[in-house]
């Protein structure tokens, strides 16, 4: 029995799953708060020609589709926040003072998503609404995002993304004493009025929107107190929760349905209790159905702990594996990229045979901000949420890191590794179920690589691969894995000739 089948042995003996989530495996899909906007830009638009975004997503295994709505600003007509639209003159030149700070193609861009959301408001059309009754007309799940602590562009604290509260009111920011980069501009929920400003707009979310779920996006960006005070700010997250959950179980009785509750938080249990996110507690609790666990942005987090997390939240939550859209093997690699299907495969087959029931997609969306290979696009929705249909397919599971720690903890990373000649270093993957023609491969800068075990069997030299993406523009060397290769795997490497190791991967199908 595998850790998959033995988590819905489990989960049936314990009781049915929360209410809120569908059971099985699958999908989950966040749509953002801009992407929609921009790309849609300078089209007519009516209900339906709007409605039929999400009609794509229908018949996949896209189980739940999340509608982020809202980053500092709104994409919908807040009655409580600013939209982002407020100051924007649509007769006005593209220099106007919303977009003065901005430039080039980003100026462009923010123009495309602010009148885009302006005209659909002047018309009527919340596009959220409209976005909501077809998913349900399509047999989808419609849930919605909040980001709690969004803070894209605060290095140009004149972008028309920031509200009029992040600008007045800087006292209330996470290190106000400070400025060395991003984190340091978020809002610091220690403070009563940030929590009352950010519980307003739930207040909103629930009453306009007749949704199965609202997600509380605590990884937009993750940092919500100051340095030292995480353990103190951790109850104040969870009272947060608390106070959401009894919300939402009251709409719930005036819509006729449950209303799910959703949080996302970093990818290991302890950097999210570190950091005041203490998604297991939550789950514990019943104050969520949905736990999304992820990686911050940097890169795809191949090896997350699924099982301890099941451990730790029990098994009436459902439990979603953030998938992130870049790859690296550790956070200094250049050139930056993107996943591709391969990619995806892997680290949803591991994923999912280790026991998440969602593979959680955030930033794979139908245009622009999507995976180089988009001709693929249409089988990562209907291949990569089951094991059954990845079964069989080239599989590429890359060593990454974890994007996300707490202050003080150690960052954790087994890439890049510098060896001596004869020195031996040990390398862990997660393969997922068993990988047939399966072959290890590796980036090696000025040094050679005598001997390679996986799980202690030799491994023959394969000779060289070149031109693969994602991957080392040196290339890759090989080596066949005899038997295949399943679930973790212990890659042991010896050093012929000194040198560093980047990149390491097993690939198969």
């Known amino acids: ?46 209900k339906e020609s709007v409605a039929a975004f999400v009609d794509q997503y229908a018949e996949t295994q896209v189980r739940e589709l999340v509608l982020s709505a809202s980053s500092q600003r709104t994409s919908f007509a807040s009655k409580v926040w600013d939209p982002i639209w407020k100051g924007y003159d649509p007769d006005g030149p593209d220099d106007q003072p919303l977009f003065r700070s901005t430039t080039g193609e980003g100026r462009v861009s923010a123009r495309k998503w602010v009148h885009t959301a302006w005209s659909l408001a002047q018309q009527g059309i919340d596009p959220y609404a409209v976005w909501i009754e077809r998913a349900r007309m399509r047999g989808l799940s419609p849930w919605v995002s909040m980001r709690m602590n969004d803070l894209h562009n605060v290095d140009d604290p004149d972008s028309y993304m920031h509200s009029t509260f992040w600008r007045q009111n800087p006292q209330f920011r996470r290190l106000p004493w400070r400025t060395v980069d991003w984190r340091d501009r978020a809002f610091d929920f220690a403070h009563e009025e940030v929590r009352a400003y950010h519980f307003r707009l739930v207040e909103e979310y629930l009453e ?198 707490a202050p003080g903890e150690p960052a954790a990373a087994q890439l890049p590794q510098t060896l001596t000649a004869g020195q031996w270093a040990a390398f862990r993957v997660h393969c997922g179920p068993a990988l047939r023609r399966a072959k290890v491969r590796m980036e090696v800068e000025a040094g050679t690589v005598g001997v390679v075990r996986a799980n202690g069997q030799e491994c023959r030299a394969a000779g060289a691969e070149t031109g693969l993406k994602p991957g080392p523009e040196r290339g890759f060397v090989c080596w066949e894995i005899p038997d295949g290769a399943a679930g973790r795997v212990v890659i042991d490497v010896q050093a012929r000739v000194g040198g560093t190791i980047h990149w390491i991967e097993i690939a198969g199908a």
């Open 208 to 405: 306009r929107y007749d949704v199965d779920g609202l997600e509380l996006d605590w990884m937009r960006f993750g940092f919500h107190f100051s340095p030292g005070q995480e353990a103190a700010g951790s109850k104040l997250l969870t009272e947060f929760m608390r106070q959401t959950r009894r919300l939402a179980d009251s709409w719930a009785k005036r819509r006729g349905h449950k209303i799910g509750l959703g949080a996302r938080v970093p990818s290991r249990p302890q950097t999210a209790i570190d950091l005041g996110m203490d998604g297991a507690l939550w789950a514990r609790e019943g104050l969520i159905d949905l736990l999304v666990f992820t990686p911050f942005w940097a890169s795809i987090e191949t090896d997350m702990p699924v099982e301890l997390w099941r451990r730790l939240a029990g098994d009436r939550v459902t439990l979603a594996a953030g998938l992130e859209l870049l790859l690296r093997p550790y956070h200094a690699y250049r050139p930056i990229q993107m996943n591709s299907i391969e990619t995806v495969r892997g680290a949803a087959a591991s994923l999912l045979e280790r026991g998440a029931d969602r593979v959680y997609l955030f930033n794979y969306m139908d245009s622009q901000t999507q995976m180089p290979d988009s001709e693929h696009y249409p089988e990562l929705l209907r291949a990569c949420g089951r094991l059954e249909t990845l079964a069989g397919k080239g599989r590429r599971h890359v060593v990454t890191y974890s994007d996300t720690s």
């Open 1 to 46: 029995m595998n850790r998959r089948q033995f988590v819905q042995v489990v989960g049936s003996v314990a009781g049915a799953q929360a209410a809120g989530t569908a059971r099985g495996t699958g999908l989950c899909l966040n749509e953002d708060n801009s992407h929609w906007f921009f790309t849609r830009a300078g089209q007519t638009y009516t």
